[in-house]
């Protein structure tokens, strides 16, 4: 088994940054793809961005530029640092983490699941 645990999650006005953060626990991360996936309301949940072990990563088209994933593995965490946020950001930001070797930017591919931090940006 393998917890997530987001954090980092808030309230800011349009252009503004946050990081967020997930830390993982229970077996080995760094053989998983660990994702980003975001649920705006009323809305189906799509996919943010990912990275590999090696740091190899995988963006929407909508955060590219704006967004960062990154990881260590040392400290079994992935963050998300987002910058020149958009009122069309709002959501709950979950992490979850793939065994695959490829990126899958469907939920349905995903193994494990975080419970979610939400970030709201305010116009």
């Known amino acids: 088994q393998v917890q997530l645990v987001e954090s980092g999650g808030g309230l800011v006005q349009t252009g503004a940054s946050l990081r967020l953060s997930c830390t993982a626990s229970g077996r080995t991360f760094s053989s998983f793809i660990m994702t980003w996936f975001r649920q705006a309301p009323g809305k189906e949940r799509e996919f943010v961005a990912a990275?590999?072990?090696?740091?190899?990563?995988d963006y929407a088209d909508s955060v590219k530029g704006r967004f960062t994933i990154a990881r260590d593995n040392a400290k079994n965490t992935v963050s998300l640092q987002m910058n020149n946020l958009k009122p069309e950001d709002t959501a709950v930001y979950y992490c979850?983490?793939?065994?695959?070797?490829?990126?899958?930017?469907?939920?349905?591919?995903?193994?494990?699941w975080g419970k979610g931090t939400l970030v709201t940006v305010s116009s």
């Open positions: 979850a983490a793939d065994r695959s070797i490829f990126f899958v930017r469907s939920e349905i591919g995903m193994d494990y």
């Open positions: 990275i590999k072990s090696g740091g190899s990563t």
